[in-house]
């Protein structure tokens, strides 16, 4: 084996994104991008910005105002032999596609006895911290993970998000592929010499001993702002950057918890049947008997999300997990 | 591309001008109820389409038709004697499917909706296939990807969802004429760009109100796609007549897309082929998609769970009866000089394979316990990998609690 020397730059995550599909593109001709004004605009958030111009508009095709239709046409050209790479414009716009992604994609595999593997990428901007209006700010990684047939991933930085994205379109199963939104301007170091590892592997973000703390995406962030003030006060947590939201890598998880005895999940989901309700469970289920307190979790409310004005109010932020590690601390 | 028939089909605009004052043309057709020579005038612009069609391919197209609908009979009493959790009968409409399973090049691609047996028959597919979805022993009985089974895909029971996929495959088809031809550009407008191939789903005229039905029609006229959607009018969708979902004839909808339609006689077997061969070479040609709307009917029940009494009289029934597509093809045959030996060894046939069928069907196995898991994911997958051993362990406990 070659030693891999390393090649780092300093990149905004959305440009990340952009040489991640840019990357994938160059390496086989059968990767292609469907989307709403994916083209000459480059994307609402310019993540496929200039990409028609250097692929042609039939690579990167801009389609017809219709989700379902972007996804029902994926899945005819995974059918064919191609590897399509949908972007879906919001996180709130996808329900319209719900039963291709649902009945359609996900289980197409397990109808055909293993003769179809449909390799769909489908990139969704998800959550809050934007301002914005109603629709456009939501979580919806529990619709996903629930189904059986797709695998749903989540970076949280720039290296991530890189190396992530080149991972999902290369997978042979299709992904769900979550985008934290509000981390698009989000600047940092990228090595593209070789990913930093699997596509599913959950990471520990920050080491600790008191309090593990569990989020995925966007809410990593807020996560390490948290650990960094709970260690100004004495508590000392670590941080799981989950990546892989279906499935799960659990290992890091319960190996954390058995350290620490005390977990919080922050989600900005809703909390009523969210991944973080099956996470309290699933570490309840393995980590009992060295758990000192509760799973806690701190999530969205269980309502639709707010009026941008009272976004801050919902999303949990570092004051609301630190709650929740005060709660655990003294349980 | 086997043939040089030169296409002589009516253009959007002459189609759309056909509809001045509200008239539209009577339906395509060559055959009379009884089977005599009888075209519609709408029908020359198809003529010759059937030039090449020999009176030996017709005897075939008839084999197929009564086979089916021995078939068809046989899975019917099974799902009566228990064996079968559904089936979805498909007599009265054999007519235009077979029609359109001939039309349909090799190469050719087919998506259908789920009552498409003569198609599944015609194109190469073990009808014991088509009955073991319905047996409840597999989600889909036959490898569409397996070449014995003529590029006809699997049934798709959540009804509209066929028609994007359908256009998707056969964007791949322009999209490789395209790599193949070194044309990077796919722009708003541009005309249709010649593919060789070409990809015909099937659904009816209850999904024709599904938005996947329609966002097709969208998508295939937006990149001029080779699509060639057929919907067969049966009237009912289920309990809710033809009515309900349109107050205009369907194939006008097609037009208002910008997609090239007509309406056929659904019962006339050479109808069908001649409109879907013409339809078919103008999109393999980079024509774009087309549109056909057979009107047929439903002889039979929805599936084995419906009561047709409830919502259709009898008189419709009789109608309809007398309009019956193999007794139009037969009487055709006959007057071309086909005699009692064909028809008699034709109903053997028949007979032979619904009896067949029946004996595979009831001897199938079900599928191993571990093909719940098997094939969820391509990659490996640790909460399917875990529940899969824990299903394996908890059965095998009982195997031991009974020594």
Redesign the interface.
């Known amino acids: 084996m070659t030693e891999t020397v390393a090649n780092v730059e300093n990149m905004v995550l959305a440009r990340v994104l952009n040489k991640a599909l840019a990357d994938a593109m160059e390496a086989d ?1 059968k990767v ?1 991008l469907l989307g709403e004004d994916i083209g000459k605009l480059g994307g609402v958030f310019r993540v496929t910005d200039k990409l028609m111009e250097r ?5 990167v ?4 105002l ?1 989700e ?2 972007i ?12 590897r399509p790479v949908v972007e879906i414009q919001f996180d709130g716009f996808v329900y ?1 596609a719900f ?2 992604i649902v ?2 994609l996900a ?1 197409y ?9 449909l390799p769909v990428v489908i990139r969704i901007p998800y959550g809050g911290h934007i301002g914005a209006v109603e629709h456009h700010q939501e979580s919806v990684e529990a619709y996903f993970a629930h189904t ?2 797709l ?1 749903v991933v989540a970076p949280s930085h720039p290296n991530d998000a890189y190396w992530m994205l080149r991972q999902a379109i290369e ?3 299709p992904v769900i592929f979550l985008e934290p939104k509000a981390k698009y301007w989000m600047k940092g170091e990228v090595d593209f010499s070789k990913p930093a590892a699997g596509l599913y592997a959950s990471r520990i973000a920050r080491p600790g001993t008191d309090v593990t703390l569990v989020g995925w995406g966007a809410m990593t962030t807020t996560l390490l702002q948290a650990a960094q003030i709970a260690e100004s006060e004495g508590t000392s947590c670590e941080v799981i950057d989950l990546r892989g939201l ?2 799960v ?2 290992e890091p998880v319960f190996a954390s918890v058995r350290k620490t005895g005390r977990v919080v999940v922050a989600q900005e989901a809703p909390g009523n049947v969210s991944l973080g309700s099956e996470l309290a469970a699933t570490i309840t289920e393995h980590c009992f008997y060295t758990l000192q307190a509760p799973v806690l979790r701190v999530s969205g409310y269980d309502t639709p999300f707010p009026v941008a004005m009272l976004e801050s109010l919902y999303l949990p932020d570092a004051d609301r997990v630190l709650e929740a590690v005060d709660r655990t601390m003294h349980y | 591309m086997n043939n040089t028939t030169k296409i002589t089909e009516p253009d959007l605009n002459t189609l759309l001008s056909g509809l001045q004052g509200g008239v539209d043309p009577a339906p395509v057709r060559f055959l009379d109820v009884d089977g005599n020579w009888d075209p519609s005038d709408s029908a020359a612009p198809f003529a010759a389409s059937l030039e090449q069609v020999g009176l030996a391919e017709m005897q075939t197209w008839y084999t197929d038709m009564v086979v089916t609908r021995a078939f068809d009979r046989e899975c019917t009493n099974l799902q009566r004697q228990g064996q079968m959790a559904l089936w979805v009968p498909g007599i009265g409409q054999e007519g235009c499917q077979v029609g359109f399973a001939y039309a349909a090049n090799p190469e050719d691609y087919i998506f259908p909706a789920y009552r498409e047996h003569t198609v599944a028959r015609a194109r190469g597919v073990d009808l014991v296939d088509v009955g073991k979805l319905f047996r409840g022993a597999r989600h889909s009985g036959w490898d569409p990807k397996d070449p014995k089974n003529g590029n006809f895909h699997i049934y798709t029971l959540v009804l509209g969802a066929q028609a994007q996929h359908a256009v998707g495959y056969s964007l791949a088809q322009l999209l490789d004429a395209k790599a193949a031809a070194g044309d990077t550009l796919l722009e708003p407008g541009e005309k249709g760009t010649p593919t060789g191939r070409a990809t015909l789903v099937f659904y009816g005229d209850g999904t024709s109100s599904q938005g996947d039905a329609n966002e097709a029609l969208i998508f295939a006229a937006s990149y001029q796609t080779p699509t060639l959607f057929i919907v067969q009018n049966n009237q009912w969708a289920i309990s809710v007549p033809v009515q309900r979902q349109s107050r205009t004839p369907i194939y006008r909808r097609a037009l208002g897309f910008g997609i090239p339609a007509v309406q056929i006689d659904g019962n006339d077997p050479l109808a069908a082929y001649a409109v879907a061969h013409t339809f078919l070479q103008a999109a393999r040609q980079g024509g774009g998609p087309r549109y056909i709307e057979a009107l047929t009917y439903r002889i039979g029940a929805h599936t084995t769970s419906d009561d047709p009494t409830r919502y259709r009289d009898d008189a419709e029934i009789s109608r309809w009866q007398a309009a019956d597509p193999i007794k139009r093809l037969a009487g055709y045959l006959r007057s071309k000089g086909v005699g009692d030996d064909f028809f008699a060894a034709a109903d053997a046939v028949a007979a032979a394979e619904a009896s067949r069928v029946r004996d595979s069907l009831l001897s199938v196995q079900v599928g191993h316990p571990d093909s719940i898991f098997a094939h969820v994911y391509a990659e490996e997958h640790p909460l399917i990998e875990e529940q899969r051993a824990w299903m394996a362990a908890y059965e095998a406990s009982f195997e031991e609690h009974g020594k």
């Not at chain 1, 095709?61 to 017809?64: E, H, K, R």
């Not at chain 1, 595999?109 to 593997?117: K, P």
């Open positions: 001709s292609l692929f042609g508009s039939a690579r095709l801009d389609t017809p219709a379902a239709g996804v029902g046409n994926a899945i005819g050209l995974a059918m064919a032999g191609y319209p039963n291709q009945s359609q289980k595999r397990s109808r055909t006895q293993g003769a179809f593997t059986a047939g695998r997978a042979p199963d279906s499935p890598d659990y």
